[in-house]
């Protein structure tokens, strides 16, 4: 089995920002302490998807990574997302998160480019790839597997050969529509590197954790972070009676919102919502996102509120009216 292998919840803290959009340290701080009190804490993983990778500056990168270490316990290792279209961009991404304080790296897929997508699910190249990658990157590296409609989504067999020829491949955020493809995946890496269900963030994610997982990372799980620790925790422990009854009366109703029927029509992002939520619960300054992200509308505001009432996740003293 590679090593490290890590287990239980990975938090995905957000980014926040003050009113000049500039990161607001002293939340960031906040955020980070909080999550390292978490009971079954995995680690911690910055520059993702709801931590703005993309819009955030190499400096911003650092800057979050370098809060993140120095907030966190030694023991919780700090993972960062890194991007790029080329080795050299992602070598030099992974070098600078190791200056930062980094102790993994989440490599997103090259191949999210038009012209470069056909390469993605041809076994040879993400191999070849993810080779080169540990030649030259001195860090425990994460797999971030697309779900299958992505188009860049990488095949199960090249998973296993990666897994299986790697040894500085550790885990995999593997991100799946539905529990048949997950299943798959789940079976063919167990026991080889840790596998973290993200369900893409739906309610299908309670079937994944029962099918098997080394822990759940999903960026919802910033919305009554305990809740969704207390769930993994039960799964982990195979106490399925109450893992179902925490998913079904506590977070579904996260999932639905976020990530349900009304995702398309909304004007706010997935990552401002969220923002939202942590405004009104009393956790964050703002819920500002860069550009070209999209922030939250009054009446989306409004709705936030309608949800976390709902789940006993607002304190009255925020309550929007």
Known sequence: MNQPHVTGLIAGPLVPFDNNMKIDE????????????????????VNGFVGEIYSLTPEERQLVIRMAREEASENVPIISGIVGFTPDDIV????????????????????????????????????EFFKELSGRIDLPMWVF????????????ETMVKIADEISSVVG?????????EYYELYKALNGKISVFATGHDTPDLLGMMLLGSDGGMAGIMNI????WAEFISAC??????????????????????????????RIGSTTSQIKECLV????????????????????????????LESINLIPEMNVRR
């Open 145 to 156: 597997k697309f779900p299958k409609e992505s188009g860049v989504s990488y095949s199960n």
């Open 92 to 127: 030099k991404s992974a070098r600078e998160a190791q200056e930062a304080g980094a102790d993994m790296v989440m490599v997103f897929p090259p191949y999210d480019n038009r012209f470069y997508r056909r390469l993605a699910e041809r076994s040879d190249p993400p191999f």
């Open 280 to 307: 009104q619960m009393g956790l964050f300054p703002t819920s500002f996102v860069h550009p070209p992200d999209t922030g939250v509308t009054e009446e989306e505001k409004r709705g936030i509120t309608k949800l």
């Open 172 to 180: 995999t955020k593997a991100s799946a529509i539905s529990c048949s």
């Open 236 to 265: 982990m422990d195979r106490e399925w009676g109450k893992a179902r009854d925490l998913f079904v009366d506590k977070l579904v109703p996260i999932s639905e919102y976020i990530y349900g029927s009304k995702q398309k029509t």
């Open 224 to 227: 009554g972070e305990e809740r």
């Open 26 to 45: 002293e939340a960031y701080r906040k955020q980070i302490s909080r999550q390292n009190g978490i009971n079954g804490l995995g680690g911690i993983y």
